[in-house]
């Protein structure tokens, strides 16, 4: 097996480790008693220390830590406080909005950023280029949530093409439930294809100069043939690289945005869990973003290998 | 009709300051089945005249003059037009077999593209064809190699391939810009060989570029040698190589280890340096390097002309039959 391969499945394992001791550790040192919010500023003293019994919230941190574990390993998250429903229920339900959303808005951006890259590296230097780059340089400093705000002014009060939010549930059907993705899609999407269109540009005009391009040229290739053929897939690695970075900030992105359009996701969980000190919840929830996270990154890894045929031959 | 007839071709580059010429004034012809030889140093515009030939300049030069293909005047064609004569009546050999294949697409598809797009064969077919040109041009074990990327072949092996790339469709005219300089000597010679093959089979015109004397004198029969952006001399090349009319060509031949006439052993570099085309001084660009100036060479540029049957100079004072004559 290849050695890169081997190398990142077992670095993913060890980043996994760590992040579950911070995510513990934070929520250690973090002030607020579970047991205190849910039953109140009134509660007696003795009522309290039964519940916090209950909960195992007496026990010493490396006792829950190992519990916490072994449950994980068996796929058990334990009890939310506030829900009083397993973890992994509670979470399952709320993927089923976060993950179609973050594909969504990452599907745009991507989308977005081949075109616009592509068409301001072909015309470098000349007002079309200038023009794409003007518009990037809006879309980065535009905030998701204020865009999420105007895109609800526009599309949803005064055209009315999109609900201003909610969710149908998939129970309704595939297209209503897109229908109210799209528009929390797009204003996460912005920033990123802005970003992401640069990152495009710059690597294409970088690899339209090398020799190979020139060489495509003298074959009778016509420009546009060339770019396709040739400098795209070569331009495609750093692309790759950054929309795996970028998927971390769209899955954080979640949170403001699906508070914005009042999203029953995963980022409106991991929102309302902290107002709550629904430690369960946080700590599982935040282990499973940075598993999302973390293994994108892999595959993202994995993707140089398809991409570049000089890796796959390097072990 | 000659195959290729360059007429006062003039290159420029468009900087904030203003136009900077390049390439001034450069005409040559190439009849079928000719080897002609371009010889200068580094930036003496051998490979921006290359370019331009097939319309390929980088951004911000334009040419102007004229670039007659079999009649068809090349600087006035529209690009449609040129992208059928590119890469299949036209071909070009670039000098950098490192960088000049694509690394991330396998050789077969690289060597099948222009049979592909210029001949209109079909997938099966282009892998015959590509199979035989890979053949032709000994690429060992060439069924194993098709399927291999560019880092899995040799140097001498991309370039075999880069040459296959460039005769796949048969081109009329063939242009090789130094396609041997980041080869080893034998490896130069097979390369080399090859060519020389190839055009005799075909009867294919060959514009061979090069900074190498010694691969001229094997293979060209004639020689155009380039300073500063223009033609010095032409010559036949057994005469350039017996008696050099131009000074900067005579320096050039001095320069050489082994061949230089009547030399003690020593090598004789040309003192100075090439003057930057921004800051060309008046007259001939040579002066301030030439052995043999007069105050002519300070007050005008000498243009080139006959000096005698079948050879021209841009020289005040050309070295004829070894001796300095006025003219």
Same mark, same amino acid.
């Given at each position: 097996?290849?050695?890169?391969?081997?190398?990142?499945?077992?670095?993913?394992?060890?980043?996994?480790?760590?992040?579950?001791?911070?995510?513990?550790?934070?929520?250690?040192?973090?002030? %607020?008693?579970?047991?205190?919010?849910?039953? %109140?500023?009134?509660?007696?003293?003795?009522? *309290?220390?039964?519940?916090?019994?209950?909960?195992?919230?007496?026990?010493?941190?490396?006792?829950?830590?190992?519990?916490?574990?072994?449950?994980? *390993?068996?796929?058990?998250? %334990?009890?939310?406080?506030?829900?009083?429903?397993?973890?992994?229920?509670?979470? +399952?339900?709320?993927?089923?909005?976060? #993950?179609?959303?973050?594909?969504?808005?990452?599907?745009?951006?991507? %989308?977005?950023?081949?075109?616009? +890259?592509?068409?301001?590296?072909?015309?470098? =230097?000349?007002? +079309?280029?200038?023009?794409?780059?003007?518009?990037?340089? @809006?879309?980065?400093?535009?905030?998701?949530?204020?865009?999420?705000? *105007?895109?609800?002014?526009?599309?949803?009060?005064?055209?009315?093409?999109?609900?201003?939010?909610?969710?149908?549930?998939?129970?309704?059907?595939?297209?209503? +439930?897109?229908?109210?993705?799209?528009?929390?899609?797009?204003?996460?999407? #912005?920033?990123?294809?802005?970003?992401?269109?640069?990152?495009?540009?710059?690597?294409?005009?970088?690899?339209? =100069?090398?020799?190979?391009?020139?060489?495509?040229?003298?074959?009778?290739?016509?420009?546009?043939?060339?770019?396709?053929?040739?400098?795209?897939?070569?331009?495609?690695?750093?692309?790759?690289?950054?929309?795996?970075?970028?998927?971390?900030?769209?899955?954080?992105?979640?949170?403001?945005?699906? =508070?914005?359009?009042?999203?029953?996701?995963?980022?409106?969980?991991?929102?309302?869990?902290?107002?709550?000190?629904?430690?369960?919840? #946080?700590? =599982?929830?935040?282990?499973?973003?940075?598993?999302?996270?973390?293994?994108?990154?892999? @595959?993202?890894?994995?993707?140089?290998?398809?991409?570049?045929?000089?890796?796959?031959?390097?072990? | 009709?000659?195959?290729?007839?360059?007429?006062?071709?003039?290159?420029?580059?468009?900087?904030?300051?203003?136009?900077?010429?390049?390439?001034?004034?450069?005409?040559?012809?190439?009849?079928?089945?000719?080897?002609?030889?371009?010889?200068?140093?580094?930036?003496?515009?051998?490979?921006?005249?290359?370019?331009? &030939?097939?319309?390929?300049?980088?951004?911000?030069?334009?040419?102007?003059?004229?670039?007659?293909?079999?009649? $068809?005047?090349?600087?006035?064609?529209? !690009?449609?037009?040129?992208?059928?004569?590119?890469?299949?009546?036209?071909?070009?050999?670039?000098?950098?077999?490192?960088?000049?294949?694509?690394?991330?697409?396998?050789?077969?598809?690289?060597?099948?593209?222009?049979?592909?797009?210029?001949?209109?064969?079909?997938?099966?077919?282009?892998?015959?064809?590509?199979?035989?040109?890979?053949?032709?041009?000994?690429?060992?074990?060439?069924?194993?190699?098709?399927?291999?990327?560019?880092?899995?072949?040799?140097?001498?092996?991309?370039?075999?391939?880069?040459?296959?790339?460039?005769?796949?469709?048969?081109?009329?005219?063939?242009?090789?810009?130094?396609?041997?300089?980041?080869?080893?000597?034998?490896?130069?010679?097979? &390369?080399?060989?090859?060519?020389?093959?190839?055009?005799?089979?075909?009867?294919?015109?060959?514009?061979?570029?090069?900074?190498?004397?010694?691969?001229?004198?094997?293979?060209?029969?004639?020689?155009?040698?380039?300073?500063?952006?223009?033609?010095?001399?032409?010559?036949?090349?057994?005469?350039?190589?017996?008696? /050099?009319?131009?000074?900067?060509?005579?320096?050039?031949?001095?320069?050489?280890?082994?061949? $230089?006439?009547?030399?003690?052993?020593?090598? !004789?570099?040309? /003192?100075?340096?090439?003057?930057?085309?921004?800051?060309?001084?008046?007259?001939?660009?040579?002066?301030?390097?030439?052995?043999?100036?007069?105050?002519?060479?300070?007050?005008?540029?000498?243009?080139?002309?006959?000096?005698?049957?079948?050879?021209?100079?841009?020289?005040?004072?050309?070295?004829?039959?070894?001796?300095?004559?006025? $003219?």
């Amino acid at each position: 097996m290849n050695r890169l391969l081997l190398y990142r499945l077992a670095s993913w394992a060890l980043t996994l480790l760590a992040i579950t001791v911070i995510a513990f550790l934070v929520l250690e040192i973090l002030p %607020g008693d579970p047991a205190l919010v849910l039953l %109140g500023p009134d509660a007696q003293p003795d009522t *309290l220390e039964a519940l916090r019994q209950q909960l195992g919230l007496n026990q010493a941190a490396v006792v829950r830590y190992f519990e916490w574990m072994s449950g994980l *390993l068996r796929g058990d998250m %334990g009890t939310s406080y506030t829900y009083s429903i397993p973890v992994s229920e509670l979470i +399952g339900s709320r993927l089923k909005i976060t #993950i179609p959303l973050a594909v969504l808005s990452t599907a745009i951006a991507v %989308g977005l950023a081949l075109v616009l +890259g592509m068409y301001a590296a072909a015309r470098h =230097n000349r007002v +079309g280029d200038y023009g794409v780059m003007a518009v990037t340089q @809006i879309g980065v400093a535009i905030p998701s949530f204020w865009l999420g705000m *105007l895109l609800i002014l526009l599309f949803s009060l005064t055209l009315r093409w999109f609900s201003a939010g909610g969710f149908p549930g998939w129970e309704a059907g595939l297209w209503p +439930g897109l229908r109210a993705l799209v528009l929390p899609a797009a204003a996460l999407a #912005i920033a990123q294809a802005a970003v992401l269109t640069r990152v495009v540009r710059a690597s294409v005009i970088e690899v339209l =100069n090398q020799d190979f391009v020139r060489t495509a040229r003298a074959k009778g290739l016509t420009r546009a043939q060339a770019l396709r053929r040739h400098a795209l897939r070569n331009a495609l690695i750093p692309v790759v690289t950054v929309i795996g970075l970028q998927f971390g900030h769209l899955l954080a992105g979640t949170i403001v945005i699906e =508070n914005v359009f009042s999203l029953p996701g995963l980022g409106r969980l991991i929102f309302q869990s902290i107002n709550q000190r629904d430690l369960m919840v #946080i700590k =599982n929830v935040v282990v499973l973003l940075a598993v999302i996270v973390i293994t994108v990154n892999l @595959i993202v890894d994995l993707l140089y290998l398809v991409i570049d045929p000089r890796l796959r031959h390097a072990s | 009709m000659a195959l290729l007839q360059v007429q006062d071709i003039s290159i420029s580059i468009d900087r904030p300051e203003g136009k900077v010429g390049l390439v001034r004034d450069v005409s040559f012809d190439i009849q079928p089945g000719e080897i002609v030889g371009m010889l200068g140093e580094s930036g003496c515009g051998k490979s921006l005249t290359a370019l331009a &030939i097939l319309g390929l300049l980088p951004e911000g030069m334009t040419a102007t003059g004229e670039i007659l293909f079999k009649g $068809a005047n090349l600087l006035t064609l529209d !690009e449609p037009s040129l992208c059928r004569l590119r890469g299949n009546r036209i071909g070009l050999i670039f000098q950098e077999p490192m960088t000049t294949l694509n690394p991330m697409m396998t050789i077969g598809d690289q060597v099948m593209e222009p049979l592909r797009l210029h001949r209109g064969l079909g997938r099966h077919d282009a892998r015959a064809e590509a199979l035989r040109l890979l053949e032709r041009i000994r690429l060992p074990s060439p069924r194993q190699k098709f399927d291999s990327y560019p880092h899995q072949l040799s140097g001498g092996q991309r370039q075999r391939v880069v040459i296959a790339m460039a005769i796949a469709c048969k081109p009329e005219l063939l242009i090789a810009d130094e396609p041997t300089t980041a080869l080893d000597t034998t490896m130069q010679m097979q &390369i080399l060989d090859l060519l020389l093959d190839l055009t005799d089979e075909t009867d294919t015109g060959l514009l061979l570029i090069t900074h190498d004397l010694g691969v001229m004198a094997e293979m060209t029969d004639r020689i155009l040698v380039m300073y500063g952006g223009s033609i010095v001399e032409t010559s036949p090349t057994a005469d350039l190589i017996a008696s /050099p009319a131009h000074p900067y060509s005579r320096g050039l031949l001095r320069a050489i280890p082994q061949r $230089a006439p009547g030399s003690d052993g020593w090598l !004789e570099p040309i /003192p100075g340096t090439v003057p930057a085309p921004a800051a060309r001084p008046q007259g001939c660009l040579f002066r301030a390097r030439c052995p043999i100036a007069i105050a002519e060479c300070a007050a005008h540029r000498p243009e080139l002309r006959d000096i005698l049957p079948g050879r021209s100079a841009a020289c005040w004072v050309p070295i004829i039959h070894g001796r300095t004559g006025d $003219a």
